[in-house]
């Protein structure tokens, strides 16, 4: 039984419940109307003629078509008021999903080589982040390297990124995995380790269970983004439950980017029986069609999750956060709270 009388009970439990979203990229909270709106004001010319063009665009068959698009729509994030205007509208629509902390990925690479600064990017979006937590939206700002590129190039940002350090939490790794496994950036982390930064890294989206070994064996990464492959290797999954860490899973990602042909064939309920800490997580909103909670409502409805597996995602977004200890007692305390009352 799912303890739900009907799927819009269940939604409803969902859109109620306090939640950290542990996986989204600020530029893939970038709207088509916003992606107007900042080329205009920035003088930048689009290749799509309407808003329309572009959520016809969004045909994706694998991560490297969503990934052109991607890096094509990035040209319209110039300013640190634009970086503070994309954080601010994504935090907005987290607010209204219950979300209380959110671990934020940037690409800055994406940005440094059209000639954009470091300072406007982390600026623009430090400052999102400050005024958030005013209205109760805790956060931590991780900076991702684009594997896609050669290490040097990670060295040279994290370079750039030394005088910002005090704003970033961690670093991690995105873009095209397949071809570029996480051994080809061993220093680059090795050396944000020795900075005090956490690592994490997306690993077993598209690419091999072994490039999960390699992301735990070599990165030596705190938390696993997506990870789905690694259910292939009995031994691996072991190996994550044992060291308790947390993947960040996220499902409407996975059937855009043909990850999985249909929900219903997820993962998300196998790694809860095999003891993995999973998550649920929007990924890139924008592109793939819903914030946080239409994931968790998507994959519930897919899956026919229970009551009890939902409440175990939620708590799990906050014992896999970097919050201290005693923050996430907080939470997981209103989470027990608004379960004993609902």
């Given at each position: 039984?799912?303890?739900?009388?009907?799927?819009?009970a269940?939604?409803?439990?969902i859109?109620?419940?306090?939640?950290?979203?542990?996986?989204?990229?600020?530029?893939?909270?970038?709207?088509?109307?916003?992606?107007?709106?900042?080329?205009?004001?920035?003088g930048?010319?689009?290749?799509?003629?309407?808003?329309?063009?572009?959520?016809?665009?969004?045909?994706?068959?694998?991560?490297?078509?969503?990934?052109?698009?991607?890096?094509?729509?990035?040209?319209?994030?110039?300013?640190?008021?634009?970086?503070?205007?994309?954080?601010?509208?994504?935090?907005?629509?987290?607010?209204?999903?219950?979300?209380?902390?959110?671990?934020?990925?940037?690409?800055?690479?994406?940005?440094?080589?059209?000639?954009?600064?470091?300072?406007?990017?982390?600026?623009?979006?430090?400052?999102?982040?400050?005024?958030?937590?005013?209205?109760?939206?805790?956060?931590?700002?991780?900076?991702?390297f684009?594997?896609?590129?050669?290490?040097?190039?990670?060295?040279?940002t994290?370079?750039?990124?030394?005088?910002?350090?005090?704003?970033?939490?961690?670093?991690?790794?995105?873009?095209?995995?397949?071809?570029?496994?996480?051994?080809?950036?061993?220093?680059?982390?090795?050396?944000?380790?020795?900075?005090?930064?956490?690592?994490?890294?997306?690993?077993?989206?598209?690419?091999?269970?072994?490039?999960?070994?390699?992301?735990?064996?070599?990165?030596?990464?705190?938390?696993?983004?997506?990870?789905?492959?690694?259910?292939?290797?009995?031994?691996?999954?072991?190996r994550?439950?044992?060291?308790?860490?947390t993947?960040?899973?996220?499902?409407?990602?996975?059937?855009?980017?043909?990850?999985?042909?249909?929900?219903?064939?997820?993962?998300?309920?196998?790694?809860?029986?095999?003891?993995?800490?999973?998550?649920?997580?929007?990924?890139?909103?924008?592109y793939?069609?819903?914030?946080?909670?239409?994931?968790?409502?998507?994959?519930?409805?897919?899956?026919?999750?229970?009551?009890?597996?939902?409440?175990?995602?939620?708590?799990?977004?906050?014992?896999?956060?970097?919050?201290?200890?005693?923050?996430?007692?907080?939470?997981?305390?209103?989470?027990?709270?608004?379960?004993?009352?609902y």
């Amino acid at each position: 039984m799912t303890g739900f009388a009907s799927r819009e009970a269940r939604a409803a439990f969902i859109a109620g419940l306090p939640k950290a979203e542990l996986h989204l990229h600020i530029e893939g909270s970038l709207e088509p109307e916003m992606m107007f709106s900042l080329a205009q004001r920035n003088g930048v010319s689009l290749v799509f003629e309407s808003v329309e063009a572009i959520r016809a665009a969004y045909d994706f068959s694998n991560l490297q078509d969503f990934l052109d698009i991607y890096y094509q729509g990035m040209a319209v994030l110039q300013a640190e008021q634009d970086f503070f205007d994309l954080t601010t509208a994504y935090l907005d629509r987290a607010a209204t999903d219950g979300v209380r902390h959110v671990e934020i990925f940037f690409d800055p690479q994406g940005h440094t080589a059209r000639g954009v600064p470091m300072a406007n990017v982390v600026g623009g979006i430090a400052r999102a982040l400050t005024e958030a937590e005013e209205r109760g939206i805790t956060s931590q700002l991780i900076m991702c390297f684009l594997r896609h590129l050669p290490e040097a190039d990670a060295e040279a940002t994290l370079d750039a990124a030394l005088p910002f350090l005090s704003l970033i939490h961690g670093v991690g790794l995105d873009s095209s995995e397949v071809g570029h496994p996480p051994e080809k950036f061993a220093r680059v982390f090795a050396r944000a380790r020795s900075l005090g930064l956490k690592i994490v890294a997306h690993a077993g989206e598209e690419g091999p269970p072994d490039y999960v070994w390699q992301a735990l064996d070599v990165l030596q990464v705190d938390r696993i983004d997506h990870g789905n492959r690694a259910l292939e290797d009995a031994a691996l999954v072991q190996r994550i439950v044992s060291d308790g860490l947390t993947l960040t899973v996220c499902p409407l990602s996975n059937l855009k980017l043909c990850v999985v042909d249909d929900l219903a064939q997820h993962p998300l309920r196998r790694m809860l029986a095999a003891g993995l800490r999973a998550t649920v997580n929007s990924d890139d909103p924008a592109y793939f069609g819903g914030y946080v909670n239409a994931n968790f409502v998507a994959v519930a409805d897919a899956l026919n999750l229970t009551r009890d597996e939902i409440i175990t995602l939620a708590r799990n977004s906050f014992t896999g956060s970097f919050l201290p200890p005693a923050e996430q007692a907080v939470h997981l305390a209103a989470i027990d709270s608004f379960v004993a009352t609902y």
